[in-house]
């Protein structure tokens, strides 16, 4: 069965240092792979997609992904955090083009001064 | 250009009452999901609507149903509530076919069922 696996579930870091969430998946063939963040009391706000192509993808606010398939891992990584980085952040896997997706639990980001 | 909508916004129910939720989705997107994000926890795939039908269902009893319109928006119905039903249920709609599937999510409906 498809998974995803975020293995941290909250992680701190200053303000400007680097931060990189990781996210394993399982599925059985190339998967769409996506990272959401989720501010307290909000929605979802799709950061990344990787559908095919270059495994380095780029963005919004700065982060950028890497597709790994050797490792099955989906890595969000972002040089300088800023305090309003601070959410709740969810890699997924998209399954039958985006029909069923599936979620990790979340890797909840703090950002101290 | 409107993205997803969803209403109410917060909902109290009591333990075997029935709620209804509502979803429009963005302008363009002829497909909607359904998730139910308990606390702490990633979003859970319910169900998704396409032509006014359901095509795709999570692990999730019968006491979820939904409903999509000829305008495409959707609702979604859970019968004999359950203190664990209590949760943010989020929609996200999308285009069946395109270059981007990917889903756009609304706001969310909190439940909370005492």
């Known amino acids: 069965a498809q998974s995803v696996t975020q293995p941290d579930i909250h992680i701190t870091v200053s303000e400007g240092a680097s931060l990189e969430l990781r996210c394993n998946y399982s599925?059985?063939?190339?998967?769409?792979l996506f990272w959401y963040v989720q501010s307290p009391g909000q929605g979802l706000q799709l950061l990344l997609k990787?559908?095919?192509?270059?495994?380095l993808v780029q963005g919004i606010k700065g982060f950028e992904a890497e597709f790994k398939r050797s490792q099955s891992s989906f890595n969000l990584r972002k040089p300088s955090v800023h305090w309003s980085d601070a959410a709740e952040y969810f890699c997924?896997?998209?399954?039958?083009?985006?029909?069923?997706?599936?979620f990790g639990a979340g890797t909840r980001l703090t950002v101290k001064p | 250009d409107a993205g997803v909508t969803q209403s109410p916004t917060h909902l109290i129910k009591t333990r075997g009452q029935q709620v209804t939720l509502r979803c429009s989705p963005k302008?363009?997107?002829?497909?909607v999901s359904w998730y139910q994000q308990a606390l702490g926890q990633g979003p859970q795939f319910i169900f998704q609507?396409?032509?006014?039908?359901?095509?795709q269902r999570g692990n999730f009893p019968d006491r979820f149903s939904g409903h999509q319109f000829p305008n495409y928006s959707s609702e979604l119905n859970v019968n004999a509530l359950l203190l664990g039903d209590s949760a943010l249920y989020l929609c996200a709609s999308s285009l069946v076919e395109g270059r981007n599937p990917e889903q756009y999510f609304g706001p969310g409906t909190r439940l909370t069922v005492t």
């Open positions: 997924a896997v998209g399954v039958s083009r985006v029909r069923d997706m599936r």
């Open positions: 599925y059985g063939a190339t998967p769409y």
């Open positions: 990787y559908f095919s192509g270059d495994t």
């Open positions: 609507y396409y032509e006014e039908e359901e095509r």
């Open positions: 302008s363009g997107h002829d497909t």
